[in-house]
């Protein structure tokens, strides 16, 4: 079947993409592929497309638990039943049900986490697979701004089912992460497909504030950009004020992070999809895996910790190619919070050692780590980050000496730091440039730049003006009666 | 000083606990701690309405909003964390509750173990039958459990009028709960609600639009909740579709999984201490769950386990105290065990409500 014809068969999609039918093209001709395709580009049709025209079933490696959940159900809302999302938050009952009838499904979201575990792997072999996609595929790499150690196992589960067609999909990974990515899936060829990350309806301004002013500048952007929109916090307490600072200012606004509750989060993000909600005030829980095409502003409350998740976070606007901008908000001093956050992910020296030594005290070994955790992670102050980053390493080196192990936690730890703070000092070294923001984002891509746009960034110059809200927003009604408000759910005239 | 709402439940409560319980029999009652303690004390010092009233309040909060209630002079500091309520404490109280009087269904004793499940398949049956009157079918499910996902699948499966007629019979049943109790306000419950294009409000945004404290929203939301199921127990023949979805399962006695099986052992004509033995607990374990039993169990006859006699002595000791406390009733009949006191004491709890 040619690919046009199956993209109508199969989906309810008119055209590719920039990037889709390449990657497509390349994964049905039998090709490991890696995929760098801008976010909002659609790139679940990738593997869905290729997973429809091949017998056997696609497996989908997948960072997150909320995108998993979202990918699964925005597959299953479009009329495809045949996907499920394996993690360790399902029900035990539910997993044993859905381990038992894989042969059922057709696209298979699965944690890394769980593909560890043997007996997982096992089912899996007597899969038919006819795709391998690692999605999110940056987390695999050491380089990558958001290295997960669950991932670096990736290559050898590949390897033992079997090496089957790969896909690593990315929306933000410079060259040398892409090389990476390859080295550690194993993967001894490949094809490459990279689309520039540049977004032309987007403009770029960087704004310094006044650490006083900030709070002030955030109302009066959000008040007067039109929406709808996304604000982004590293904290969860911080976007939380703020929200209700907006609403009290009579803005439509809510929080969104990974504290609320399952419903709540749903709820919320089903409003701002259906534009029942104008603002979100998000920590980069939000966005993954949202369909919303019209996002017309993002802003920045705080600096992003790297510059790849600050092109994926401002990439969410604009999907439409309507003009739209994004604002980042920086006062000085602000990396301090940035290099605080990065040294938290990251136990300290004095961690390590204290409990590498109390291990040996009691004579644990690296395999029985999980036994021993109430006991050592509060002696040892461990954050929950932190021990899970621990962990993980015990039981991948659990055949090597403690001491060999805490040699190499160290160093690991002490690389990971300087990769974190570079990642800030890149971010701040942006924030500062004088130069076109466009040309530098594009550079640290390793991409040629050769831009002339009108509206293009705060460096260029260019009017917030034309970003400012035409008509204010009229408030929903909730005049009418209840009996009236259940009527029009229930009964259709 | 002006109190909030939930500061103004939280001094009722103190207040009818007459300093004889610490804070965190308030903290567990709130939660809905199913132990034989909370439940006890929530018998015994009428507070059953407020049995899991506020299960998202934290220890601290709790802690917190004491200390700031004491430092305002409406709360008195009597023992460690226990705090008595001072006249002016007790006349802002009451004035708060004049205007927003606890709601008369809320019965989380009764009902806490269905709530939730009662709700999501609610909520997302209202929702499915929304979009299957517009012939919708791209959206996404606001409740997201397999388990009610699966349950709503399976009861529209089994229904055979169409599709149509189900939506109506929905919207009749709800109306007709609702236009039986006008002093309600099932517009909190509305709102909530997600149907066709118009995604239902957080509890947040529900309690901002009526202009209500968010405590208060929540209380008044499960209020509703209750409301219904109570009217679905008193007239289910008259309600099949809402019947079906208020029909979880569990037990309607809401004990603990392990009060449960004590029972079901006991009803087999086991004795406690052979209970214990089986299942490799303390007789003192057993011994809660009968008292937690008797509790629950109107119809459980505690006679076997203390005689007549002994009752009525425990009675008439409780009646002259004035404290609730186990040591001095214990002080007037000596012959009594503290199980026993306690097993008379959630009988006689029960008949007082």
């Known amino acids: ?493 | 000083m002006e109190i909030t709402y939930f500061e103004a439940v939280l001094l009722h409560c103190l207040n009818r606990l007459k300093g004889e319980r610490t804070i965190f029999s308030l903290f567990h009652l709130f939660h809905g701690k199913k132990s034989a303690q909370t439940i006890q004390d929530a018998h015994f010092y009428h507070l059953t309405p407020f049995f899991h009233s506020f299960p998202e309040i934290e220890r601290e909060k709790l802690i917190e909003t004491a200390i700031h209630l004491q430092s305002s002079g409406l709360l008195i500091l009597t023992a460690a964390d226990t705090w008595m309520v001072t006249k002016s404490g007790k006349m802002k109280a009451d004035r708060i509750l004049k205007a927003y009087p606890i709601p008369q269904y809320h019965d989380g004793l009764k009902y806490q173990h269905i709530t939730r499940v009662f709700w999501e398949r609610l909520s997302l049956l209202v929702q499915v039958c929304s979009n299957l009157l517009y012939e919708q079918k791209d959206y996404i499910p606001i409740q997201n459990r397999q388990e009610t996902l699966q349950w709503v699948k399976s009861f529209l499966l089994h229904r055979k009028e169409k599709r149509r007629d189900i939506s109506e019979r929905l919207y009749r049943e709800l109306l007709y709960c609702f236009e039986r109790a006008p002093a309600l306000n099932p517009t909190l419950f509305i709102l909530r609600l997600t149907g066709h294009q118009r995604i239902g409000l957080t509890p947040i945004q529900a309690a901002e639009v009526t202009g209500m404290d968010y405590f208060r929203f929540q209380l008044e939301f499960t209020n509703l909740l209750h409301f219904l199921l109570k009217t679905i127990e008193e007239q289910g023949s008259s309600l099949p579709i809402l019947s079906a979805v208020s029909n979880i399962g569990r037990a309607a006695a809401p004990f603990t999984l392990s009060a449960e099986k004590t029972f079901s052992l006991l009803n087999k004509g086991y004795q406690p201490d052979e209970i214990a033995a089986m299942r490799n607990l303390k007789l003192n374990t057993i011994e809660d769950h009968i008292v937690e039993i008797a509790l629950n169990a109107p119809k459980f006859d505690i006679s076997k386990y203390v005689q007549r006699k002994k009752e009525e002595k425990i009675i008439e000791a409780a009646s002259n105290t004035t404290v609730r406390k186990l040591k001095e009733i214990r002080s007037f009949v000596p012959e009594a065990s503290y199980f026993e006191i306690r097993l008379v004491l959630a009988r006689s709890g029960q008949k007082w409500n």
């Open chain 1, 1 to 493: 079947m040619e690919l046009m014809e199956a993209l109508r068969v199969y989906t309810s999609h008119k055209e590719f993409r920039p990037g889709q039918k390449r990657t497509i093209s390349s994964v049905l001709g039998g090709k490991h592929t890696i995929s760098m395709l801008p976010t909002g580009t659609g790139k679940s049709l990738c593997y869905q497309l290729p997973g429809y025209m091949r017998k056997g079933s696609v497996l989908i490696v997948s960072p997150l638990l909320s995108l998993m959940h979202d990918q699964v159900e925005q597959l299953r809302a479009a009329g495809e039943k045949r996907a499920v999302a394996l993690n360790s938050f399902l029900p035990l009952e539910e997993k044993n049900r859905a381990m038992a009838s894989l042969e059922g499904y057709k696209f298979i979201f699965i944690s890394p986490e769980m593909l560890g575990i043997p007996m997982v792997t096992a089912r899996m072999k007597e899969l038919e697979i006819a795709l391998f996609v690692v999605d999110e595929a940056h987390c695999i790499s050491q380089w990558g701004y958001d290295f997960r150690p669950d991932y670096a196992r990736l290559g050898d589960v590949r390897e033992n089912l079997g090496n089957p067609i790969t896909l690593a999909l990315t929306a933000t990974a410079t060259s040398e992460v892409r090389a990476d990515i390859a080295r550690q899936l194993h993967l001894d060829d490949w094809e490459e497909i990279v689309y520039s990350i540049d977004r032309p309806a987007i403009a770029i301004s960087v704004e310094q504030v006044g650490r006083d002013k900030k709070l002030s500048r955030v109302i009066e952007l959000a008040e007067s950009l039109e929406g709808p929109g996304i604000i982004y916090f590293s904290s969860k307490r911080k976007a939380e004020e703020i929200a209700i600072l907006l609403r009290q200012h009579g803005m439509n606004a809510m929080s969104y992070h990974g504290g609320l509750e399952q419903e709540n989060r749903i709820l919320i993000q089903q409003q701002f999809v259906k534009g029942q909600l104008d603002i979100i005030c998000a920590t980069s829980a939000f966005g993954m895996g949202i369909n919303k095409q019209d996002v017309r502003f993002i802003l920045h409350y705080h600096m992003p910790l790297d510059i790849e998740s600050y092109v994926q976070e401002i990439g969410r606007a604009g999907r439409d190619n309507g003009k739209s901008i994004a604002i980042l908000l920086y006062s000085p001093g602000d990396e301090q919070l940035s290099f605080g956050l990065a040294a938290l992910e990251l136990p300290d020296d004095i961690q390590i050692s204290s409990f590498f030594s109390l291990a040996k005290e009691i004579g644990m070994k690296p395999g029985d780590c999980k036994t021993y955790e109430k006991q050592l992670v509060p002696s040892a102050g461990l954050t929950e980050i932190q021990w899970r980053l621990l962990c993980d390493f015990l039981l991948r080196w659990k055949q090597e000496k403690m001491g060999a192990i805490e040699e190499k936690f160290s160093l690991y730890v002490e690389q990971r730091r300087k990769v974190k703070s570079n990642k800030i000092k890149d971010m701040l070294a942006f924030i500062s440039a004088e130069s076109c923001k466009r040309v530098f984002l594009l550079k640290f891509f390793g991409e040629n730049a050769d831009i002339s746009k009108e509206t293009c960034c705060s460096s260029c110059g260019f009017s917030y003006l034309s970003f400012v809200k035409k008509i204010k927003n009229s408030s929903r009604n909730y005049h009418v009666t209840w009996q009236e408000e259940l009527a029009s759910l229930l009964l259709r005239r």
